[in-house]
């Protein structure tokens, strides 16, 4: 019976030490983009919004996939992979509002997930969808965006989520505030515009997505 109990011991004092290690460069980049990649939408948030009797967050899709295709001239070395994000917002009596980035996700030595987005303006909105087949960027010519400065997603091991804050000058009294939180199953998107102190964005709490 001894021997059983210290087996068991040793097993599980095993699986929590495990638990604890930090994940790997190439494994925290793996779980990152199994965290990013897929359809989301905020439709849950909106039917509670309902119940309560206000609307306060616009409808909103994510639809991301990995665009690494679509992506030429790559550098052999890149250590990161591309994602196409397609981006939906409606608001009640509005047109709806369609936002495509390309992100580079990337890691550092640091444990950090590092976030790049680059321009698109040479590119009509209706071209930049996943489904498009004859989409493709050339990465020699990509230039990241000169006003989002990037985002850092760190990995919490207790709550598996990944997380950020990134706080962004614009200039004129311009700022724009990046807060993100994200599990398996949602992600937790703050997007915050400010201009000289005062909130230009209609809400100030994050819209929550789920995984379809």
Known sequence: MKIIVCIA????????????????GNKLLKKFREYITGDFDNSNQLVEEMKAGKI???????????ADEKVLNKPLDLNGFFVLEESYYLNEGKVMESKPYLFLFT???SGIIHLTTYQLTNYKKE??????????????TLTPSPTF???????????????????????????????????????????????????LTSYDTPIIY???
């Open 107 to 109: 890691h550092r030595p």
């Open 149 to 199: 400065q990037g985002a850092d997603y760190t990995w919490n091991p207790d709550n598996k989520t990944f997380s950020t804050v990134s706080v962004n000058d614009l200039g004129n009294g311009l700022k724009f505030t990046l807060s993100e939180t994200f599990t398996s199953t949602t992600l937790q998107v703050m997007e915050l515009l400010e201009k000289n102190g005062q909130r």
């Open 56 to 66: 306060v967050h616009p409808l909103s899709v994510h639809v991301n996939r990995v």
């Open 9 to 24: 011991t040793t097993c599980l004092l095993a699986l929590n030490l495990s638990a604890q290690q930090p994940l790997s």
């Open 127 to 140: 071209e930049l969808r996943n489904d498009n087949t004859s989409l493709r960027f050339d990465f020699l």
């Open 210 to 212: 789920k995984r379809r």
